[in-house]
């Protein structure tokens, strides 16, 4: 009769990375086909891929594969680390995985404090890295991890959808959007935070910015300091609810802000022709993200004034004047520096 015993299994490999780019691209081919159906999964997933080629790899390697095909014997744990050229583990990446057959139990996804990324490589020579559309395109990816206020449900992700193949995709074109849609924030309220210094400069500037100067310019004389702050805001409890639980826009002025991060979203798309968003990002957005496009209409030269006229106020839509635009709607808060006194 046999008896059942235990035994530590001692293995090292000494490897060379000949080409890190195709371990991270497989790392993310074999994430998309083992997530599942959990966005936030995939999500970690790919962001673990993007960190660098020691970061994939630690999600590729399963241990217990070494003894899968031997009968007999059955892997119940393991530990697992890299170590750099100093024979120390490579930035504390040690990964401990107690229960097989799980994608996270694929080496694990880990906590940021244990990855490490493929710039570190090049610190010390001063060398730039020039990213291709690839990196690029990785780091979209990794950054929807970022905004899970964001339901991927509303970005087009079906959760009813039946067949495997539609599933996949559209999990990852909603994914690819909520990526995009992170990208585009961070860097409209990079410009936005340039745009109020050059109003504090010279109130007169408006011309001179870049996403004050994308408002609707039928009411560009109200744009100085002030109006910039207040729009800047609201701008970043935008960001604060895309990162949170968003619901919908709190007033129009955020609603102008939003829009104005979708448009930054088409400028990505231009710059990155592979990047994959569905042929109807925007509309799905839209409808999705807005409770009506009512703000839309202060880009129409011939309604100029509508924000005044009392028939549209008859008509439940809100009020569109510049002296309203930070007014909350109704149920909803707005940032108290720029909320209407």
Known sequence: MDTSRTARLHLELDLEFTNAGAVQAHARSWAQENAGADPETLAGMLEQASEGADAALMMLVEPSEVVGAIPGVLA???TMWLEGPDGEPDGDFVGESEAFGDVAGKGGVFDDADTVTDTA?????????????EDWLNTILAA???????????LGCDPEETVPALT?????????????????YETFIDELLDDVSILRQNPEDAAETTQISALPPLQGASYGPLFAQRFLAVAFDLGTALATAFEAPACVAQELALKLVLDQVEVLADLLPNLGLAEDWRSTAEDMLFEDLDHELLYVPELDGIGNDPAVASMGMANLDVS?????FEGRTVNPYAANE
């Open 121 to 133: 490589e090049h610190e010390d020579s001063g060398d730039e890295i020039e990213e291709s559309e």
């Open 168 to 184: 996949a995709s559209r999990l990852r074109e909603a994914t690819v959007l909520r990526g995009a849609i992170h990208w585009a």
């Open 144 to 154: 929807a991890a970022k905004l899970p206020g964001l339901d991927l449900e509303r």
């Open 324 to 328: 309203a635009w930070f007014t909350p």
């Open 76 to 78: 119940v744990g393991a």
